[in-house]
């Protein structure tokens, strides 16, 4: 069975075209890899975005804290302040240095 040359130059054509076709779906953006590429960054970022956003409800619980009463307000001038109040005691225990020239 001979094939014409037209037939030849369609089939050639054809061939070229499944060919570039091919290295589109393997190489080229919008690959496979580009494609699982992009879902693997998807992935990491929608993992970040949930650590962020518990983050984000610990701060407003923190803010509604704050501004809806005094314990929290007060927690912070105790802790970071030395807040003391009327009638408390307040202890300082200091604990001796050690001498690094003595071993």
């Known amino acids: 069975m001979k094939v014409s040359p037209a037939r030849q130059v369609v089939l050639a054509v ?57 314990e929290a307000v007060e927690e912070i001038a105790r802790k970071d302040l030395g807040m003391i109040r009327d009638g408390e005691s307040f202890f300082l225990i200091v604990e001796p240095q050690q001498d690094p020239d003595r071993d």
């Open 14 to 70: 054809l061939a070229l075209v499944l060919v570039v076709l091919q290295a589109r779906l393997w190489f080229g953006e919008g690959s496979l890899r580009h494609v699982a590429s992009l879902e693997r960054q998807v992935e990491v970022l929608n993992a970040k975005n949930a650590e962020l956003a518990e983050r984000n409800r610990l701060l407003a619980a923190d803010v509604r804290d704050l501004k809806e009463g005094t």
